[in-house]
């Protein structure tokens, strides 16, 4: 049972990514999910989170308009498709998820002991 975080990588300003949080064990539509980075000497952040129940989501201010979270039940995994990234972006991103989250409220707290946590992916982001 375990929750993987992949597609980081080194890009410039201006390029897109997208981040794949894969669960093998459970299935993820029960669950709310949340992607969280943390950049060096920085406290971690809830960067988008989307509810289990009816597909809320949340973003933190700063990537509004530029980031996208969605489920695909299908292939059991949430992704966070990155456009126009930033330099300030760059950080080690992770995907958590919770079975009994109400809502998007996990992105509000993010050093919670959440039911999975994944293992992070570099995402640098070159000016």
């Known amino acids: 049972v375990q929750l993987q975080a992949s597609g980081g990588g080194l890009v410039q300003t201006g390029d897109s990514l997208r981040l794949s949080c894969a669960a093998s064990?459970?299935?993820?539509?029960?669950?709310?999910i949340g992607w969280f980075r943390q950049a060096p000497g920085k406290e971690r952040e809830g960067v988008s989170c989307?509810?289990?129940?009816?597909?809320?989501?949340y973003y933190v201010e700063s990537v509004k308009g530029r980031f996208t979270i969605s489920r695909d039940n299908a292939k059991n995994t949430v992704y966070l498709q990155m456009n126009s990234l930033k330099p300030e972006d760059t950080a080690v991103y992770y995907c958590?998820?919770?079975?009994?989250?109400?809502?998007?409220?996990?992105?509000?707290?993010?050093?919670?002991?959440?039911?999975?946590w994944g293992q992070g992916t570099q995402v640098t982001v070159s000016s």
């Open positions: 958590a998820a919770d079975r009994f989250a109400v809502g998007t409220i996990i992105c509000r707290y993010p050093l919670n002991p959440y039911d999975y």
């Open positions: 064990g459970f299935t993820l539509d029960h669950y709310a």
């Open positions: 989307i509810s289990s129940s009816d597909g809320t989501t």
